[in-house]
């Protein structure tokens, strides 16, 4: 069964240091791994999703790794400022089964200006 | 931008009731899911629906049934509310793209308390 795991649970760290979120997972079969961002009492917001033939994808200042492999993932924020505070969630999507994603309990991370 | 809309932001009912959760996309997306998120939890998957009438059970249908007339609607039910139906409710789409890859857009969520 697939599990995925987010260490740690809470971060904070000065602002304009870089910074990387973890995301491990216990099955390689996967289709891709998604990246969010909540905010507290919202929804999620899609950041990046990596398929699973790819290495990384880049959006601005956040980089997504993929390692199926090893079954990781890092979320590399740089430059990081008072306005990235939020919830980091990581989700894969599962090839067994149709479109069932398996979300971890994320990473909460301040931003202290 | 895909716009998911959760027609409640916080609702308050009563055990027993039977509750209705309503979610719209603009995106003509075919896939549209329910899940509840819960502190320690994470988000865990009700049900989901790949076309109008068509769904599929999550990892916890128990106690959940949904609706889909319409494409762009994913109606979530409580039966009888309990109050260990007490949590933030998201709802979801994405668009079809049979196992290749496509992001899913999530509204702003209900925060729903049962009493």
């Known amino acids: 069964k697939q599990e995925v795991t987010q260490i740690p649970a809470a971060l904070s760290v000065p602002e304009g240091e870089n910074l990387v979120l973890n995301c491990s997972f216990t099955d390689s079969a996967i289709y891709n791994l998604q990246w969010f961002r909540q905010d507290p ?3 999620l917001t899609s950041l990046l999703l990596i398929q699973s033939s790819q290495r ?7 980089n997504a790794s993929l390692d199926k492999s090893s079954g990781r993932s890092t979320l590399y ?3 990081s400022q008072p306005g990235d505070s939020a919830t980091y969630l990581c ?4 090839t067994s089964g149709t479109y069932k994603y398996i979300f971890g309990t994320g990473t909460r991370l301040k931003v202290l200006a | 931008d895909v716009k998911v809309t959760q027609s409640s932001r916080y609702l308050v009912k009563r055990t027993g009731e039977k509750v209705f959760l309503e979610c719209v996309q603009d995106m003509d997306h075919e896939n549209m899911f329910w899940y509840r998120q819960d502190p320690g939890l994470g988000l865990r998957l009700i049900y989901f629906s790949y076309d109008v009438k068509m769904k599929e059970k999550g990892d916890i249908p128990e106690g ?7 494409k762009e609607r994913f109606s979530l039910i409580l039966e009888s509310a309990s109050t260990n139906q ?5 709802c979801a789409s994405s668009l079809f793209a049979g196992k290749s890859n496509q992001p899913q857009h ?5 925060r729903l308390s049962i009493l």
């Open chain 1, 56 to 62: 990384e994808q880049t959006s601005g200042r956040l």
């Open chain 1, 91 to 94: 989700a894969v999507r599962v």
């Open chain 1, 77 to 79: 924020i740089a430059a």
């Open chain 2, 64 to 70: 959940y049934s949904v609706s889909r007339e319409k």
């Open chain 2, 106 to 110: 999530f509204g702003d969520g209900t």
């Open chain 2, 86 to 90: 007490t949590s933030m409710y998201l």
């Open chain 1, 41 to 43: 009492g919202k929804g």
